[in-house]
């Protein structure tokens, strides 16, 4: 499978997995607007959710596919296979060990990422805390697998398994809500039940997959087999590349905690507000970046490994390319088009018109540095690939410090909206600085041609951008009924993807070349 059509997998199959989560967020808006109790929800669902990325899909990641890829094109079925229980093992034995702590520590956590909420708002995120703290143990061993599939190259079911858990939250905001309701519990608790059945319902699809591979592990359950799993040079090489790689991913989500903590000392709403913008940031983000860098990590990895120094840079010249491509338009509609897709998802029910102002200005601040957090998702794995972790950490250390003092500057001034674009300024150093050390080392070496790329993607963003902020102006996005809206809505994305393009097919860009490199 070329890199293209592994990509555009991961992307497609993404793609379904933001819109079941757009139609999760868009019950959720109308069923429950927003109060302290959304914000007690996305605290605690955000607490899991942090973990998942710290230890599953952040560090265990950044350290295992390396290794898994390297041990694979140097030892042979057997001693992969071997690595592969080994770590099994001694995963699931820190996660348990994790959620029994999780469970205990809830009021402590909670304080510790929302001390802000009321008592009622509190109680209610410490109780629903503990019934989705198990979540990270499944969502763990989910990343275990992804990281197994991705390295053989079978992209689909990973990429296809978020889809169950927005399909359980969405059962449980249709169904589960007004039966919690009709039984005197807050329906809010309904959320919290989907959480957990979407996570093991994730976990479940992942045996079978595993199985038809015959990498299905074995899970140790004895201290003997734990010890000697402890003790496997595979195993110690991942712990070794995730304690940078837990510092560099610690910083990101220790940057996020902050901002939370500081959103919920704001106007009552604002946690909820920026989740919500939160939202639409990741469908860029994942269908772009997380696509990339899932396909890219361990093809970079197996070219390290071979020596094929031509082949690791032409992939990161690549994949930068379609960045570039791909979002700057993105972030330019973000920045211009805010307003009317807020009003379009969002503007029913109890969420009002100021609700739809408020995440739009927060929307807007991440378009201003979604060039870089779709870039750190390629730049990133460049280091990955040769082991080298220590640098992005250092990396990351540097601008949690500046995204910091920028929320210093800003929160005064933009309220909610400051955090995020002090993450959006501080991701676009973080790429550009990723970006330098890259090509310092010799690592990266830039094909001919990028000026010109550059100027083509640039002019057809403006001309794409002028239309959309006509659009923007033109309508009355707020009092148009909803089903118009959704029309307009339509009509104006599917007109701008086709100017942005035509304009690039017009200046001499060839895509399917592009595409097929």
């Not at 710290?54 to 295992?64: N, R």
């Not at 959620?99 to 304080?111: D, E, I, R, S």
């Not at 920026?274 to 070219?303: N, S």
Request: charged share 10%.
């Amino acid at each position: 499978m070329s890199l293209f059509k592994a990509a555009s997998t991961v992307s497609l199959l993404t793609l379904v997995s933001r819109i079941t989560g757009l139609v999760r967020d868009l019950l959720m808006a109308s069923a429950f607007g927003v109060s302290g109790l959304t914000d007690a929800f996305n605290v605690a669902f955000r607490i899991p959710n942090l973990l998942r990325r710290l230890f599953a899909e952040g560090a265990f990641s950044q350290a295992f596919v390396p290794v898994l890829a390297s041990a694979k094109a140097r030892d042979g079925e057997a001693a992969t296979k071997l690595l592969i229980d080994d770590v099994a093992t001694a995963l699931t034995w820190a996660l348990l060990a994790t959620c029994v702590v999780g469970v205990v520590a809830a009021p402590l956590l909670v304080w510790a990422l929302a001390s802000g909420l009321d008592a009622q708002s509190f109680d209610a995120g410490v109780l629903m805390t503990r019934w989705m703290f198990p979540y990270i143990g499944c969502m763990s061993l989910v990343a275990f697998s992804a990281g197994i599939l991705n390295t053989w190259r079978h992209f689909a079911v990973p990429a296809a398994t978020p889809v169950l858990l927005n399909l359980a939250m969405i059962a449980a905001a249709w169904l589960g809500a007004p039966w919690f309701a009709s039984m005197g519990i807050e329906p809010i608790y309904a959320m919290a039940a989907g959480v957990m059945l979407g996570g093991v319902l994730q976990l479940g699809v992942q045996i079978p997959a595993l199985r038809r591979l015959g990498l299905l592990p074995r899970i140790g359950l004895t201290w003997r087999r734990l010890r000697a799993a402890w003790a496997d040079p595979g195993v110690r090489q991942v712990l070794t590349l995730m304690l940078p790689a837990l510092l560099g991913v610690g910083v990101a989500q220790l940057s996020l905690l902050i901002n939370t903590q500081i959103a919920s000392h704001l106007a009552a709403g604002s946690v909820t507000w920026v989740w919500y913008a939160d939202r639409l940031m990741e469908f860029p983000t994942a269908l772009l970046g997380v696509a990339l860098g899932v396909v890219l990590t361990p093809q970079l990895a197996a070219a390290r490994a071979g020596g094929d120094q031509a082949r690791y840079s032409q992939m990161l010249d690549w994949g930068l390319r379609l960045v570039l491509m791909l979002a700057l338009p993105c972030a330019a509609a973000l920045l211009v088009f805010a307003t009317p897709l807020i009003a379009t998802l969002f503007h029913h029910g109890r969420f009002d018109g100021d609700d739809v102002q408020r995440v739009a200005l927060a929307l807007m601040g991440y378009g201003v540095g979604l060039l870089g957090l779709v870039a750190i998702k390629v730049l990133a794995p460049g280091y990955y690939a040769s082991l080298d972790i220590r640098t992005p950490v250092k990396i990351a250390v540097a601008v949690l410090v500046i995204t910091q003092l920028l929320n210093l500057l800003l929160v005064p001034l933009l309220q909610h909206a400051a955090l995020t674009l002090s993450i959006a300024l501080g991701a676009m150093i973080n790429a550009l600085w990723l970006l330098i050390g890259l090509i310092r080392r010799g690592s990266y070496r830039p094909q001919d041609g990028w000026a010109l790329f550059a100027v083509q993607v640039l002019g057809a963003t403006l001309l794409m951008s002028a239309f959309l902020l006509w659009g923007a102006r033109h309508f009355d996005w707020l009092g148009t009924a909803a089903l118009p809206r959704a029309a307009l809505l339509a009509m104006m994305l599917a007109v701008s993807a086709a100017i942005y393009f035509g304009a690039l097919l017009a200046s001499g860009v060839r895509l399917r070349q592009l595409l097929r490199r």
